[in-house]
């Protein structure tokens, strides 16, 4: 079955920067253009960035744009996201996601990984 | 696309009904396939988000059938028809018409 697991979460400094990883399994990963989410302790979900199933495309929200960069690398099935100039504001559980259909981009979420959390402190 | 929930928060007796409802700013129903692109997810406490409903008011499968959603347009509701407890969770609507996707603010549903 799908699986999505995330890591490279932890705490950092206002103003540095941090990689993520998200190993997939489970599914055929080079057909699916693949997103992050994430969600601020106690607060609600929160799109990141999406690329497409040939990492030719990329989107972010305005929130992170130029200072996140959304990757992956199909030969090894993962997902990542460079975070730089991180503030406290980008405190949060950063979680991989998997549309429903195989495609270039498609927006419907249907499966999620557990989540790495990021906490930027001084 | 801003997406408004209500109510924030819901009590609801076990074996009742619980309705939420999700507006948005702008109509997500498409002239090229006659769809809404709404979705609704379940999150539970310590847990990722759990797809529910799709196309408005496709339910996933494997999703009990007490659930149910509807509407078109601007104006959506996730009805649950007879409240179990592992349904105590944050529920969300979200918009996959445009990018960015844009999620409602969530409804924490709880036990009466």
């Known amino acids: 079955q799908v699986q999505l697991v995330e890591s490279g979460g932890g705490v950092v400094q206002p103003g540095r920067s941090l990689r993520l990883s998200c190993a997939a399994s489970?599914?055929?990963?080079?057909?699916?253009?693949m997103h992050w989410v994430r969600q601020a302790p106690g607060k609600g979900l929160e799109w990141v960035s999406v690329?497409?199933?040939?990492?030719?495309?990329?989107y972010y929200a305005d929130s992170v744009e130029g200072r996140f960069t959304i990757s992956r690398d199909n030969s090894k099935n993962t997902l990542y996201l460079q975070l730089s100039s991180l503030r406290p504001e980008d405190t949060a559980v950063y979680y991989c996601a998997k549309p429903s259909q195989p495609s270039e981009i498609d927006f419907l979420i249907e499966s999620w990984g557990q989540g790495t959390l990021v906490a930027v402190s001084s | 696309i801003v997406m408004t929930q209500s109510p924030d928060s819901l009590a609801v007796s076990l074996g009742e009904r619980a309705t939420i409802t999700c507006k948005s700013s702008?109509?997500?129903?498409?002239?090229?396939?006659?769809?809404?692109?709404l979705a609704w997810y379940r999150q539970k406490p310590g847990q990722p988000p759990k797809l529910l409903i799709y196309?408005?008011?496709t339910r996933k499968s494997g999703v009990p059938d007490r659930f149910s959603g509807s509407g078109s347009g601007t104006d959506f509701t996730l009805t649950i028809s007879s409240l179990q407890a592992e349904d105590v969770a944050v529920y969300y609507c979200?918009?996959?018409?445009?990018?960015?996707?844009?999620f409602g603010q969530g409804t924490r549903l709880e036990i009466k």
């Open positions: 979200q918009q996959y018409y445009a990018s960015p996707i844009t």
């Open positions: 196309w408005a008011s």
């Open positions: 690329i497409s199933n040939d990492g030719n495309s990329e």
């Open positions: 489970g599914f055929t990963f080079s057909s699916f253009g």
């Open positions: 702008r109509s997500l129903l498409a002239s090229s396939n006659n769809k809404n692109f």
